[in-house]
């Protein structure tokens, strides 16, 4: 818009620059830094003064040097711009577009005025409706590619905001004038997929739910599973912070050990707490000799958090006193335990508390899940048909997510249809040389091959040590997709960086 206004100024000046005899020509405008009023600056006056200059025959003092006859010309044309630039500045005053006009050292500058301004825009605007600010036909093609949730989890806030920038983005690439082909790419496969079909198959099998609701549930589904397989990891994570973040915890470590050695468990196992927690060494969820240990000793873990809050909310947070260094240091201060943090972690331990019958089932649930992927590995043709049934509902399921939102695609890649299509293309590049092997990985120095000089090279990898896949792998392989098979020039990501 200001561009445009612009170029309006230069042609009225063009106008006033004929009427003074002088012919028609092209020159730039360069905007002024706004401070608080818009405004724009030509130089024409410098070429018009030197024109002006040759033509008139110029009285030359004698014996001046070359510098001096130089600086004695220059200063000459300054004069005679600013001349020029002030009667240009004084036919454009009368101009209602503009606040005011100077000419200042042989520059015509114009500041724009506002309000004129401001009812132009409302009119076309008026005028041209929804078709206001549209433009030109522009020669690239351009794929978006935007929303790229996941099959078998939730359609959830977050995505929402990928969804909202990758449409709008989409809209106004199209609205500026270029061939715009919208795609999104969900991650159909995936260890994300295997847990949930486990935990579907394991637990929900015979249930049935609302058609509109399947892609929801299995997202609910994947929830369970990931709180089911890494049950023991969220328990002992607790501990751990108990042990290092909570010094009255670390400090009742004697008594609540022997409550437990009274309620039967190992001494072993009792050894192992002790020993962990007193020198806030990780616990480890496979160390224990009795899987009901766990369950044994969480109830006293309830009462330890119980006694804390009851202790903080009378005297407040509580600080427990230096810890001696043993190799000579300064002591170290052991962290504030205040009422908020102990809340937190009790409603935790409450959680958890409510499925505390997980703890034994978790490594046979993890090998399941390991067997699974086997058969997904293997392409077993049951497992297929589980995949591709419950695939399809949660795709239906974004269908009337994207239809509430007003969204629709052109285009739609998965990440199964280009995943061994990746791991050809990477050994592509291993034999012309462009990929190699490092520390295992299969990589692409970037920055090597192309010759660049970084204090950090950049290296991609592209496939990993055990032979999986990463994203970057089928990256390679849609980006080929997308090019050959869409003929596009520039393809576009939109990714959640915050």
């Given at each position: ?41 030509a ?53 209602e ?19 004129f ?13 929804g ?15 935007y ?5 078998h ?119 192992y ?50 810890i ?70 949660s ?55 192309l ?5 950090t ?18 990256d390679?392989?849609l980006?080929?997709?997308k ?16």
């Amino acid at each position: 818009m200001f561009r445009k206004y612009e170029q309006q100024a230069a042609s009225i000046i063009n106008d006033i620059i004929e009427e003074m005899g002088f012919g028609r020509r092209s020159f730039d405008m360069r905007s002024i830094p706004f401070s608080g009023s818009w405004g724009t600056s030509a130089s024409v006056s410098f070429a018009l003064a030197n024109e002006a200059m040759a033509r008139e025959p110029q009285d030359v003092p004698e014996g001046l040097s070359k510098k001096e006859l130089k600086a004695l010309q220059q200063g000459q044309v300054r004069e005679k711009a600013q001349s020029i630039a002030a009667a240009i500045a004084q036919r454009l005053e009368s101009r209602e577009e503009f606040a005011r006009v100077e000419a200042v050292n042989g520059y015509i500058n114009l500041y724009f005025n506002t309000n004129f301004l401001a009812n132009e825009v409302v009119r076309t605007v008026i005028e041209q409706a929804g078709e206001y600010g549209r433009g030109p036909k522009q020669a690239d093609k351009v794929m978006v590619e935007y929303s790229q949730p996941n099959t078998h989890k939730e359609f959830h806030v977050g995505h929402l905001r990928n969804a909202a920038l990758g449409n709008a983005l989409a809209k106004i690439m199209a609205f500026a004038g270029y061939e715009t082909l919208r795609a999104t790419y969900p991650g159909d496969i995936g260890m994300h997929v295997v847990r949930c079909l486990w935990c579907y198959q394991r637990f929900h099998a015979n249930e049935v739910v609302a058609e509109h609701q399947r892609g929801r549930w299995l997202g609910q589904i994947y929830t369970e599973a990931v709180r089911r397989l890494e049950y023991r990891d969220e328990v002992v994570g607790l501990l751990n912070e108990l042990a290092k973040m909570d010094a009255g915890f670390s400090g009742a470590i004697d008594r609540m050990c022997k409550e437990l050695y009274k309620t039967g468990a190992p001494g072993e196992d009792v050894a192992y707490l002790l020993g962990q927690i007193a020198n806030q060494r990780d616990i480890r969820a496979d160390a224990f000799f009795d899987d009901l240990t766990i369950a044994r000793f969480w109830p006293i873990v309830g009462q330890q958090l119980r006694d804390e809050l009851e202790l903080i909310r009378a005297e407040g947070p509580q600080q427990a006193p230096p810890i001696p260094s043993h190799s000579g240091g300064p002591p170290t201060i052991p962290p504030l335990v205040t009422l908020e943090d102990t809340l937190e972690r009790y409603d935790r331990w409450d959680r958890l508390s409510q499925t505390l019958d997980w703890w034994p089932h978790v490594p046979r649930w993890q090998q399941e899940v390991r067997e699974d992927f086997q058969r997904w590995e293997r392409e077993d043709p049951e497992y297929m048909t589980l995949w591709q049934t419950t695939r399809q509902w949660s795709l239906e399921g974004f269908d009337r997510i994207y239809e509430e939102l007003g969204i629709e695609f052109d285009v739609w890649f998965y990440e199964s249809q280009v995943e061994q299509e990746g791991r050809e293309i990477v050994q592509e590049l291993l034999r012309l040389g462009i990929a190699e092997i490092s520390d295992g990985l299969t990589v692409v120095k970037i920055d090597e091959k192309l010759g660049l000089e970084h204090e950090t090279y950049r290296t991609l990898p592209i496939l990993r040590s055990d032979g999986t896949t990463l994203y970057s792998t089928k990256d390679l392989a849609l980006t080929k997709r997308k090019f050959e098979d869409y003929h596009i020039d520039r393809s576009i990501w939109v990714v959640d960086v915050r």
